[in-house]
């Protein structure tokens, strides 16, 4: 099927552990994105990328590594899970038409560290 | 530093009735704003969005305004719907640069029968 998709949906992990969370689009869409949610500050950009092999920190970027060796995939790696990066991850890809810039986002990630 | 801002966590509304969501930016550079609609357990979808050469764009139900000059922008639906019942959150960047996609905090809307 066509879209976004994210896994695993649900992630306990301890504290110290390495975790990688998984996104793959359908679209060829050559943005994508990692977004945390969390209370009382929305969603915040950690990374993206602007093609394959093309990554650049967002506004949250520490703790976390990513790759993009293929276009259609984007996955975020904790590298020591910390308490502070529980949080409800978002994937999203980017659709440019010109002036309009139009983000699709997978169902997400809820990922606790114990 | 918080560029986009949602100042009302919450929103209650009787079904019917207007609901007007509000937002507020700081960055000058900003010149797309888009909302997006967001229910618990899924990720956000794309609501309505406007460009700054407007000041209004409709969409059946919503519409979006845009006040350049005191950099806010609201959105209106009308009637609202029980079904309206989501987290609506405001985003902005500056034209032609997807990578720059900045979202306010989050206003949860609840209407009621």
């Known amino acids: 099927d066509a879209g976004i998709t994210q896994s695993p949906r649900y992630k306990i992990t301890e504290t110290g552990r390495q975790v990688t969370l998984m996104c793959h689009q359908t679209?060829?869409?050559?943005?994508m994105f990692w977004y945390r949610q969390d209370l009382g500050h929305g969603l915040r950009l950690i990374y993206y990328?602007?093609?394959?092999?093309?990554?650049d920190k967002g506004e949250v970027p520490d703790g976390y590594v990513v790759s993009r060796s293929k276009t259609e995939n984007f996955p975020l790696t904790l590298e020591s899970a910390t308490r502070s990066q529980t949080s409800v991850y978002f994937c999203?890809?980017?659709?440019?038409?010109?002036?309009?810039?139009?983000?699709?986002f997978g169902q997400g990630t809820r990922l606790t560290v114990v | 530093d918080q560029q986009v801002k949602q100042n009302s966590p919450s929103l209650s509304v009787q079904e019917g009735r207007i609901s007007i969501l509000n937002c507020d930016y700081t960055n000058s550079m900003f010149d797309y704003f888009l909302w997006y609609k967001k229910y618990p357990a899924e990720g956000p979808t794309f609501l309505i969005s406007i460009s700054s050469i407007k000041d209004k764009n409709e969409d059946g139900r919503f519409t979006v305004f845009l006040n350049k000059s005191a950099k806010h922008l609201s959105l209106h639906i009308v009637p609202s719907q029980p079904g309206d019942s989501a987290v609506y959150f405001c985003a902005a960047t500056p034209a032609g640069t997807a990578s720059k996609l900045t979202f306010g905090t989050g206003t949860r809307l609840q209407v009621t029968l």
């Open positions: 679209w060829s869409h050559s943005y």
């Open positions: 990328s602007a093609a394959a092999d093309i990554t």
């Open positions: 999203a890809s980017f659709r440019d038409r010109g002036l309009n810039t139009e983000a699709f």
